[in-house]
């Protein structure tokens, strides 16, 4: 029923940004919190952030906090996610996730939609 895209991905050297959009469809994206995971070669996928409904609550992990800002268009049925001071750790593939409730959650396990990820690539 939801559909996710994400982009923006792409090659940056260590201490650039990047900045990734995740469009969603649907007239209902406005009640939704959405998320941010990652998943690296070899790793299990984990949290990166989140953000209420209204973009008033947000979260983040602890290795991004400072770095990365969540928010939000939801006249454009966006979400973005800032990249600031990258680093070669933050190399992995992005999802963008959906929850049809407006309360943002860290739990991977609540969310309902999942795009299909894009890359992000920090080189040293």
């Known amino acids: 029923q939801v559909q996710l895209v994400e982009s923006g991905g792409g090659l940056v050297q260590a201490g650039g940004s990047l900045r990734l959009s995740c469009a969603a469809s649907?007239?209902?994206?406005?009640?939704?919190?959405m998320g941010w995971f990652r998943q690296a070669p070899g790793k299990e996928r984990e949290f990166v952030s989140a953000i209420s409904w209204n973009g008033v609550n947000t979260y983040y992990a602890d290795s991004v906090k400072g770095r990365f800002t969540a928010s939000r268009d939801n006249a454009k049925n966006t979400v973005y996610l800032q990249m600031n001071s990258l680093k070669p750790e933050d190399t992995a593939v992005y999802y963008c996730?959906?929850?049809?409730?407006?309360?943002?959650?860290?739990?991977?396990?609540?969310?309902?939609?999942w795009g299909q990820g894009t890359q992000v690539t920090v080189s040293s």
């Open positions: 996730a959906a929850r049809t409730y407006p309360r943002a959650t860290i739990e991977e396990q609540l969310y309902d939609y």
């Open positions: 649907g007239r209902t994206f406005s009640s939704y919190a």
